[in-house]
């Protein structure tokens, strides 16, 4: 079965740039989204089509793709984005979710 | 704005039928730019997509769930329904329904506030 890879955890200094990588077998042939999800609450898409940002999501999301491996960056990154962040991918029509990154700002 | 709301049983008996139904509001079910789909997510792990449904009825399943999957569309009422089959403690997620755009490269653009459904006898 068709799995993508993030890590674990990643953690980045208030008003720093975070980056989360995502990697998956011709990710390079697929689009990448991203969500954003904070305790208790729904996921939020805050890329698409690897790069592009649906309206309301702050500039400072972008999203990025080399190869096999999608790579979402947080620029100025405050607190208030402390959460797990998951990639996701079609595989044919099966979709496919990365096992989430948590994202720590401190 | 476009609304999802799951509704259904919080607590299903093991080798019972997991039951959910998820209301659109705010937008038309029969959009034929849109798929509607489930995903859940267990305590402290992370997302799994069910399946997926289309307003004519075409769907899509999980090959790991599609043995005991089954999601249906009424468009007369706005909703979709999950039934999932022989449940057991693994199958204790918060299930959340979702609407999938594919003009935006099958991103999950909007997403219920999720359910907690737990199995226990």
């Known amino acids: 079965s068709y799995e993508l890879t993030q890590p674990p955890s990643v953690s980045v200094s208030p008003g720093q740039t975070a980056s989360i990588t995502c990697s998956g077998d011709?990710?390079?042939?697929?689009?990448a989204s991203w969500y954003q999800q904070k305790p208790g609450q729904s996921p939020v898409l805050v890329i698409y089509q690897d790069n592009r940002r649906p309206s309301g999501i702050p500039e400072r999301f972008s999203g990025s793709k080399s190869g096999n491996t999608a790579t979402l960056t947080i620029s100025g990154t405050p607190a208030m984005d402390e959460a797990d962040y998951y990639c996701?991918?079609?595989?044919?029509?099966?979709?496919?979710f990365g096992g989430g990154t948590k994202l720590t700002v401190l | 704005q476009l609304q999802l709301q799951e509704s259904g049983p919080g607590l299903v008996t093991p080798s019972e039928t997991l039951s959910l139904t998820c209301s659109v509001s705010?937008?038309?079910?029969?959009?034929?730019?849109?798929?509607w789909a489930w995903i859940r997510q267990p305590p402290g792990k992370g997302l799994e997509w069910i399946g997926s449904?289309?307003?004519?009825?075409?769907?899509y399943y999980n090959p790991s769930l599609e043995s005991r999957v089954t999601i249906s569309v009424d468009t007369s009422k706005n909703h979709f329904s999950l039934r999932l089959s022989s449940v057991s403690a693994a199958d204790t997620a918060v299930y959340f329904c979702?609407?999938?755009?594919?003009?935006?490269?099958?991103?999950?653009?909007?997403w219920g506030q999720g359910t907690l459904v737990t199995v226990s006898s």
């Open positions: 996701q991918a079609w595989d044919s029509s099966i979709a496919v």
């Open positions: 449904i289309y307003y004519s009825g075409t769907t």
């Open positions: 705010g937008g038309s079910i029969s959009s034929n730019i849109h798929y």
């Open positions: 979702a609407r999938r755009a594919v003009a935006a490269g099958g991103a999950f653009d909007h």
């Open positions: 011709k990710l390079g042939d697929k689009f």
